[in-house]
């Protein structure tokens, strides 16, 4: 952490005027470094008293079940009697809390049964009848798992939890896309751990950056059941659809447009359609339904539409998707974290691009990318379904296994690397 300040310093350098014997900063650049050093001294303390400690209490701030990434690190630590790991329901700030108390509690019940039911020990960061954020201090954690980077309410964003907590995060994404200073923003110098897929990533966020010292590379977690059950996938006929949320539209609030939902969405519905020889998953990303709902669609629209995958196949909105990767035929997406994800099952990826999306993968991911099979239009696209998945010409199948084998992906078991990591710092 202590390299934090050498490298928000060369930025300066950058980015203001130079002088002689020096440079000018602005007071607001003055600020960023006085709070980096201030929180550099935390850790430093905090890390002096965890190691007087016989458990550490470990927080997943967390505010979507579908964002859910680390159950595999949860159940590591559950199983060391030096951690004591727990999840802490919030709300995010923006969407969130301008529900309606109904909404709110409707939500909170929803991701109380989906961790219940997973024996994972919950506890609120909302107090729904007063409105507010219940501060994360307030449950004494020593660690806190951070579940996003943006719109966490002031109060339990990383500026208060460094106080007295390490923060750590692991990107409730698996990233592969250009838009580093997104990935790894200013927010994430301030972390005591960010856990990275891969070193490649690392040295693309640190020609972006310029700091990297608190990253770790370790895999990342929601690759960790393609690498612990590889022996267990199978070839079923399950066919994923999963759409972006991303869409352009003068009422989105977007700034890549992944999307091609308003392109391809009725089309891939009817070809799944006729083509009941296949189970079909329509996994949609989580905030797909409200984006559509703010561009004025009636909402009997939105219903209608998710009510016909409902008929023909499987919808699922959770985090608990892993049987349908490993069991499935192939995958339709231009969601970008999952290309990643799916990408470790081996198995054809058809990637719907948006000829107007700003983002392509930096150079590190590109092998990758080469593996998919890439379409731009509807005419593309139903050739590329019928070639594919119909006659089943994966004519890249020697290609993805070789380039999948060389990334290494799916056989670090992510998990069992950041408690190593953890371990070496805290005992």
Request: glycine share 2%.
């Amino acid at each position: 952490m202590r390299n934090n300040l050498s490298y928000l310093k060369d930025k300066i350098i950058t980015n203001y005027i130079y002088k002689k014997n020096g440079f000018i900063v602005t007071s607001q650049t003055s600020k960023t470094l006085s709070t980096i050093n201030q929180i550099t001294v935390s850790y430093d303390s905090i890390l002096k008293k965890l190691k007087t400690k016989d458990k550490i209490r470990v927080a997943f701030y967390v505010f979507e079940k579908a964002k859910w990434k680390t159950d595999t690190l949860y159940k590591l630590m559950k199983e060391d009697d030096r951690f004591e790991p727990f999840v802490i329901l919030g709300f995010t700030m923006g969407r969130d809390v301008s529900y309606s108390k109904e909404t709110k509690k409707e939500k909170f019940n929803f991701l109380l049964e989906f961790f219940k039911s997973k024996g994972i020990e919950c506890k609120l960061g909302f107090d729904i009848e007063c409105n507010k954020h219940i501060p994360l201090k307030q449950y004494n954690p020593d660690i806190v798992f951070f579940q996003q980077h943006v719109w966490n309410a002031k109060i339990n964003d990383i500026d208060e939890v460094s106080k007295y907590a390490l923060c750590c995060y692991v990107p409730y994404n698996v990233p592969n896309y250009g838009n580093a200073k997104y990935d790894y923003s200013e927010w994430c110098t301030k972390l005591f751990r960010f856990y990275c897929l891969n070193d490649n990533l690392k040295e693309h966020y640190k020609k972006i950056c310029g700091f990297t010292n608190n990253i770790k590379t370790t895999g990342h977690p929601a690759l960790d059941l393609f690498y612990i059950n590889k022996d267990k996938i199978t070839d079923k006929k399950y066919i994923i659809y999963a759409p972006h949320f991303s869409i352009q539209h003068p009422l989105s609030k977007c700034h890549f447009y992944y999307s091609t939902f308003t392109y391809n969405s009725k089309l891939i519905l009817e070809y799944a359609k006729k083509h009941p020889e296949y189970t079909w998953v329509f996994k949609p990303h989580p905030i797909l339904k409200d984006t559509i709902a703010n561009m004025n669609v009636p909402k009997d629209c939105i219903e209608d539409y998710y009510n016909e995958w409902e008929k023909i196949g499987i919808v699922s909105l959770d985090s608990d998707y892993y049987e349908y990767f490993a069991n499935s035929k192939a995958m339709l997406t231009d969601c970008g974290s999952f290309l990643t994800e799916y990408f470790c099952t081996d198995k054809p990826l058809i990637h719907m691009v948006n000829p107007n999306s700003i983002n392509w993968p930096c150079k590190e991911m590109e092998p990758m990318f080469n593996c998919f099979y890439e379409t731009h239009d509807n005419r593309e696209l139903i050739e590329t379904l019928d070639r594919i998945i119909v006659k089943d010409d994966d004519y890249k199948a020697e290609m993805r296994k070789e380039t999948l084998q060389n990334l290494k992906f799916a056989n670090q078991n992510a998990s069992k690397n950041i408690m190593n990591d953890l371990r070496s710092v805290l005992f």
